[in-house]
């Protein structure tokens, strides 16, 4: 497995954990009104993420545009979050290593 995609499966995972450690303010909202624009936007990027491990994981030709763009999602917490110059950095790195020829070649399968 190429380096870059092991980036990108970090990425993710790390993703998903941040996804699950604030969830209970999802939670929270829900009580007030069931549907609410942050449960609607932590439902997607959940799906989104979910969907596009699994494609890498199988080593589908649709996952890499689908990580690059999961992977693109983190240079715009520079502008929301205080640690968003961490987030642009780690974005950046996993970009550059899902864009060299080696993490390109592991998305073989149609």
Known sequence: MPVGVILFLV??????????????????????????????????????????????LQRKQAAYPLALGLASLGLTLVFVDPLGWFALVVAVVVLIGLRRQASRAWFTEP
């Open 11 to 56: 990425y993710g995972l790390i993703m998903l954990g941040f996804i699950g450690l604030t969830m209970p303010k999802v939670i929270e909202l829900a009580i007030e009104a069931p549907v609410s624009p942050l449960g609607l936007l932590y439902m997607l990027l959940l799906a989104y993420l979910i969907f596009t491990i699994t494609l890498v």
